[in-house]
């Protein structure tokens, strides 16, 4: 798919790797819904980014794991562009918990981020992209998708989903919409993170380094480019998948 002219709604497309991802898009030509929950004022930051690489931008608060707001959000989206070409899964939850557990809440909140909301974004906005004559859409899960995390039990799993949801998506959207996902390795640090723990990190990969936001980015961009993938999986992680 050509990227210039088309419409792209970002989960989570305020900050971090969300927020490379729209930028991306936005210098590529294409016009931004960036979606966020909390983050008002960075999204509303990413938005003036966006805006100042000439494209059009909008910022639309959901919670993804909610089907009224989803809805909500697709309403606002279908009304300021007319419909949408491009859908990048971005939004997640980290949340942690012990297993066995007494945390419902949590295991519910994170796992309605990342299957239900993916689910429900798609499923709300995939019939626009069908009146448009096709799409694309792009899941970004990680490697906990295969690989358990300790105490990330509600994360894997949602992860772990979103491939499922990408493989079947792929087969019942077909051939119009192609649908696939990126999976990043540590290409950005958490906040907190204190430096030594970060060289820990760096040399579980095979490069010995951490990537950037932007290698996923350019991942994505692939991903939406290339027109004979779908079903697929690209890895950007260094390599650590092999050690």
């Known amino acids: 798919m050509e990227i210039k002219g088309k419409v792209a709604l970002i989960t989570g497309g305020a900050v971090r790797v969300g927020r490379a991802i729209t930028l991306m898009l936005a210098a590529a030509g294409a016009h931004v819904a960036i979606n966020y929950n909390a983050s008002v004022a960075a999204a509303d930051e990413t938005a003036t980014m966006a805006r100042a690489l000439g494209v059009e931008a909008m ?82 899960i990680d490697l906990s ?42 290409v950005l640090p958490p906040d907190n993170h204190r430096p030594e723990d970060a060289e820990q990190v760096a040399q579980r990969t095979l490069l010995k380094r951490w990537g950037k936001p932007e290698d996923v980015a350019g991942a994505v961009r692939y991903l939406i480019e290339a027109d004979y993938a779908t079903g697929s999986v690209v890895v950007v992680d260094g390599g650590e998948h092999l050690l």
Not at 111 to 125: E, M, Q
Not at 128 to 137: C, L, P, T, W
Not at 153 to 182: D, F, Y
């Open 59 to 140: 910022t639309v608060q959901a919670n993804v794991g909610d089907l009224a707001d989803v809805q909500r959000m697709a309403d606002a989206v279908l009304t300021r562009f007319n419909g949408v070409d491009i859908i990048v899964n971005n939004a997640s939850d980290f949340g942690q918990i012990d297993f066995p557990t007494s945390d419902i809440e949590t295991w519910q909140r994170v796992t309605r981020v990342s299957i239900d909301g993916a689910f429900f974004v798609c499923n709300t906005l995939a019939p626009s992209m069908q009146a448009r004559g096709g799409g694309v859409i792009v899941n970004v």
């Open 145 to 186: 998708a295969w690989r358990p995390w300790r105490r990330f039990t509600a994360h894997a799993v949602g992860k772990a989903g979103m491939l499922a949801l990408t493989h079947q998506m792929a087969l019942e959207l077909a051939p119009t919409i192609r649908v696939n996902a990126v999976a990043p390795g540590p």
